[in-house]
């Protein structure tokens, strides 16, 4: 049966139904006068609650949206630490030269507030990343991004992703790096000023991985407590870290 004979039949018991109230109503109190006052005040209202009911109702279905919207984000966002981005921030993180003045800020515990996480996001929004290519495999980079390029598409096509967010901006990032170095035919003998440049592109992934991976982590925290414990014992800052639980 299609929606539109669906809704036709719904429509013809609703008004059948209040034909058969009112005449019931006028057969057992034989007052049409008061049927056609109440009958002309309901008319009179129903336009009122029309418009109230469908307030109330369309606000309460963009809040379930939103929020399945940003669980759905959230989902994706754990895919992708869980796929590469938690491979690449210990990469790069192991070639930060600054990393060790902020590393004690990053080992996050079960007792982490959700003010501890806002703290500590203020002072990465503060941190000047650093990057030492030499310490960097540009070839093994390119390999490895170059074999997650079609992930990152599929990721990138997800309806969940929210335009102009920090998350969007880092697969764009990543997908410039990867671009980058895919140009790029001899990644051992370039000129300085081109070292700097990939440098930079490494730099600006490598910033949004840390703030990213910082918001994963409290959201696992405040929703899913085993894959925050998982995250803890996988944390790409604690050299101490063990998915083995003694």
Not at 129 to 134: K, P, T
Not at 136 to 151: N, W
Not at 202 to 220: D, F, G, K, M, T
């Given at each position: ?31 049409l ?13 129903l ?13 309460l ?5 939103r ?21 690449l ?6 070639s930060?030269?600054?990393l ?5 800020e990053?080992?996050?515990s079960e ?8 703290r ?8 000047p ?6 310490k ?27 335009e ?10 990543t997908f ?18 081109d ?6 592109d ?19 925290k ?23 639980i003694?």
């Open positions: 049966m299609s929606d539109k004979k669906t809704t036709i039949i719904i429509i013809s018991v609703l008004l059948i139904v209040s034909f058969l109230l009112y005449l019931l109503h006028y057969l057992v109190f034989h007052d006068h008061h049927i056609e006052i109440y009958f002309l005040g309901d008319l009179a209202f336009s009122i609650e029309v418009l109230l009911v469908s307030l109330v109702i369309e606000r279905i963009e809040l379930r949206d929020k399945s919207r940003e669980e759905k984000r959230h989902m994706i966002i754990g895919t992708f630490f869980s796929t590469m981005g938690t491979y921030l210990t990469y790069f993180s192991d930060d030269p600054g060790e003045k902020m590393k004690s990053l080992l996050i007792a982490w507030t959700g003010e501890e996480f806002t500590v996001a203020g002072v990465l929004s503060e941190y990343c650093s990057i030492d290519l030499g960097i495999d540009l070839d093994g980079l390119k390999a490895y991004l170059s074999g997650k390029e079609e992930f990152m598409v599929r990721i990138l096509e997800n309806p969940f992703l929210v102009h967010d920090q998350f969007s901006e880092l697969l764009l990032a410039h790096l990867t671009e980058e170095l895919d140009h790029r035919k001899d990644l051992v003998n370039l000129p300085e000023n070292y700097r440049h990939l440098s930079g490494i730099c600006r992934v490598y910033r949004i991985l840390i703030s990213q991976w910082l918001e994963n982590v409290r959201h696992l405040e929703h899913y407590p085993y894959l925050f414990s998982l995250a803890l014992r996988t944390n790409p800052f604690d050299e101490k870290a063990s998915p083995i003694p």
